[in-house]
């Protein structure tokens, strides 16, 4: 749910699955065909674990990292990971870049032109959930577009500030 300021997008678990699925169907739609997927860690997880398993393609991973300040809600300098997890060879063929959103475009674009320079790499397109306004990349799929740029609040983010002891307490009777 979009906040009346459009500053803040609220979305649950059903609402994150149903997009997820929306973008299998924009890439399956669009006919294309690929060999691999690869998604950056941590955002691009969960919906290239979905597509992997709907496409029955190969997961790669890619860690990424630039939300680090103010409890994750600040921008700082890009990190990329210098390998690339694959279950089996290398990252080759047509492969399909997963990531949650394009917020500032930053991080797309950085690893959009990493993967370009890999020669095994014969074709890539990128896949996201939300595409922001302020984005400067456009992916080749994303399922909506925000043109506020709003805060997104994903389910999984009650993790960001749960410790152990906290849980602990959850479940003790």
């Given at each position: 749910m979009?906040?009346?300021?459009g500053k803040h997008l609220y979305v649950s678990w059903e609402e994150y699955h149903q997009?997820?699925?929306?973008?299998?169907?924009?890439?399956?739609?669009?006919?294309?065909?690929f060999d691999q997927i690869l998604c950056l860690?941590?955002?691009?997880?969960?919906?290239?674990?979905?597509?992997s398993r709907?496409?029955?393609?190969p997961l790669g991973i890619m860690s990424t990292s630039s939300y680090?300040?103010?409890?994750?809600?600040?921008?700082?300098?890009?990190?990329?990971?210098?390998?690339?997890?694959?279950?089996?060879?290398?990252?080759a063929g047509r492969v399909l870049l997963v990531d949650d959103l394009a917020d500032s475009g930053v991080t797309l674009r950085a690893v959009v032109e990493r993967?370009?320079?890999?020669?095994?790499?014969?074709?890539l397109r990128s896949a996201v959930i939300w595409t922001k306004g302020v984005s400067s990349y456009t992916p080749d799929y994303y399922v909506e577009t925000l043109p506020t740029s709003p805060w997104i609040h994903?389910?999984?983010?009650?993790?960001?500030?749960?410790?152990?002891?906290a849980l602990l307490k959850r479940y003790q009777v």
């Open positions: 979009l906040t009346d300021d997009l997820t699925e929306r973008l299998a169907l924009k890439v399956y739609s669009s006919g294309w065909e860690a941590r955002g691009g997880m969960r919906p290239g674990d979905v597509l709907i496409f029955d393609r680090r300040d103010d409890g994750g809600t600040l921008q700082g300098r890009l990190d990329m990971a210098k390998y690339i997890t694959m279950p089996k060879g290398e990252l993967l370009r320079g890999m020669p095994a790499i014969t074709e994903q389910p999984f983010e009650e993790y960001d500030t749960l410790r152990p002891e």
